[in-house]
């Protein structure tokens, strides 16, 4: 173990160990969510999300930095994400349970506002589905389509807010592993699974999951690409 993976576990454990031993900054952390959850969601997904992303870069290069990886515009675009990905989160967890409702399951809102049973599971897993087949294609290509972006532009802040070459980047984009693998796979075997315990969860807590299960999947990304397996 490098000193570089030392100092990152340190990182790590100074953000979440003062919530979970402190009842005074876990008040203060759902007080601040509560007023300001947009930004609660930008600062989680930008410091989190990329911390997956560079735990990917260590794994594929054996270095956390490289040339033109650009670590300030992609924690930009996991902030920006990050609260598209809240806006989704409300739209589908409090949406989903009043549609199933309409299609004829009665208690579907009820169940989602009480402790855990089998209509609550039932009712997180249909939220997760509907979420991850309308919503996660889209922030999937979008990242994508950003990642790029800043790979072709050195990763400088500079060259972030130039045009962004859409059709030339969607052209380039590996498709059999973008939809076989990224879109295909994860979402079935990973995200699916993993969103429906995170709807069980409390909503406070539900955008910090997510945003921990970004550094999940930058890990399971960069043990793909190492594999170089057919996907």
């Known amino acids: 173990m490098k000193k570089s993976d030392i ?6 454990a100074v953000i979440f160990t003062p919530f979970i ?7 203060y952390y759902d007080s601040f969510y509560s007023r300001f959850p947009f930004i ?5 997904f930008a410091i989190l999300a990329t911390t997956g992303e560079l735990i990917g870069l260590r794994i594929r290069t054996g270095k956390y930095t490289a040339p033109g990886f650009g670590i300030l515009p992609r924690a930009l675009v996991w902030g920006i994400l990050g609260m598209t990905i809240q806006a989704a989160f409300i739209i589908f967890a409090r949406g989903v349970p009043i549609m199933l409702e309409f299609a004829g399951l009665d208690g579907s ?7 855990f049973s089998a209509g609550k599971l039932g009712v997180a897993f249909s939220i997760s589905v ?34 962004v070459r859409v059709s030339q ?3 380039g984009i590996d498709w059999n592993i973008h939809y076989g ?28 999951i ?13 043990f793909a690409a190492l594999s170089k397996s057919d996907f």
């Open 181 to 208: 693998f990224v879109l295909r796979k994860t979402i079935i075997l990973f995200w699916i699974p993993a969103q429906t315990l995170n709807f069980l969860m409390p909503e406070q807590f539900r955008v910090l």
């Open 109 to 115: 809102v009820k169940a989602m506002n009480g402790s």
């Open 210 to 222: 997510a945003a921990i299960y970004g550094i999940i999947l930058g890990v399971i990304l960069a």
């Open 7 to 12: 100092l990152l576990i340190l990182f790590l």
């Open 169 to 171: 980047i969607l052209k």
């Open 130 to 163: 509907l979420l991850n087949i309308f919503y996660a294609p889209v922030l999937m290509t979008v990242h994508k389509i950003t990642d790029s972006h800043i790979e072709m532009t050195g990763g400088t802040v500079h060259g972030f807010f130039s045009p």
């Open 40 to 44: 609660t969601s930008f600062i989680k």
């Open 21 to 27: 031993l402190s009842e005074t900054l876990y008040n």
